[in-house]
């Protein structure tokens, strides 16, 4: 269900869609193109290190059957150890939306990772990489831990949005870091994209009744049995967690109510 009264503003671009998918370790290509289909996602990421410098050259690249005109471009800066290798990522990243017709789209999804265990995000090199990459004209998306005071920091400096971790990239641990994550979207003036972890529709839907932007994910969806059909299940997921936080919960309380009250019934005997 799509709500155009109720969309995602990112750097001054509105989406009714606050699904976004990544476009890595799917079995087929057919899988990936279907995926995106089904989930009526908007903005799909795709790493840039992954993609040739010329699509026009490069007959095979599934980029190339998908409809640029419905689906918005967010190049990822993935495999960037430095920031300085990240600010290059972006601006590869420009120059390949301009080959598909989006010569507008300065979108950029930060990614500064220099451990390569656990992949967590090297706040450091996100500063300092976000700090440049803002003031020369980028959208920029920053991937973090769920560190409050950095997101504050980012945001600052002018990020369009922040994109906390729930856990670890593609371990689907679910929502770890969820106290942060709250204090995160309770502080933030800009939309709260949850990235990365995420495993469930479940969980989808539990980040956006937090009041989340948004949600990013891709191993969820690609390494699952039935890619589009887990597409499909998370785009419901998000839709009503979106749904649920704009309704408002009930309040909990510490006893049992009715939901018939007796003077209710009496009244009706």
């Given at each position: 269900?799509k709500?155009?009264?109720d ?6 671009k ?16 057919n899988d ?12 799909v ?29 967010l ?5 960037s ?31 500064v ?55 670890p990239?593609?371990?689907g ?12 979207i ?20 539990a ?11 891709n ?19 998000v ?5 649920a936080?704009?309704a408002g ?21």
């Open positions: 269900m709500n155009e009264f969309q995602l503003e990112i750097g001054g509105f989406f009714n869609s606050r699904l976004m998918l990544g476009t890595g370790k799917y079995k087929t290509t990936a193109v279907k995926s995106i289909e089904t989930s009526e996602c908007e903005i990421t795709v790493a840039i290190r992954r993609l040739p410098t010329n699509l026009k050259n490069d007959n095979t690249n599934f980029l190339k059957t998908l409809n640029w005109k419905k689906l918005w471009l190049p990822n800066t993935a495999g150890q430095t920031a300085e290798e990240a600010i290059r990522m972006a601006f590869l990243g420009h120059e390949l939306a301009c080959q598909i017709g989006q010569e507008d789209n300065f979108f950029v999804k930060l990614e990772i220099s451990d390569p265990k656990y992949l967590l995000p090297d706040p450091i090199g996100t500063l300092k990489a976000a700090e440049f990459l803002v003031k020369k004209g980028f959208t920029v998306l920053p991937y973090i831990n769920a560190d409050p005071m950095l997101a504050l920091h980012l945001e600052d400096l002018g990020c369009a949005t922040v994109m906390p971790l729930g856990s990239i593609g371990s641990q679910g929502l770890n870091n969820l106290a942060n994550i709250k204090i995160i309770e502080n933030a003036q800009v939309p709260v994209i949850v990235d990365a972890g995420i495993g469930t529709p479940s969980e989808a839907t980040a956006m009744e937090l009041g989340a932007g948004g949600v990013l994910l191993t969820a969806v690609a390494q699952s049995n039935n890619p589009a059909q887990m597409a499909a299940a998370m785009k419901l997921g839709q009503a967690g979106r749904l936080h704009l919960r009930m309040e909990k309380k510490h006893y049992a109510i009715a939901s018939s009250p007796l003077n209710q019934i009496s009244q009706l005997s």
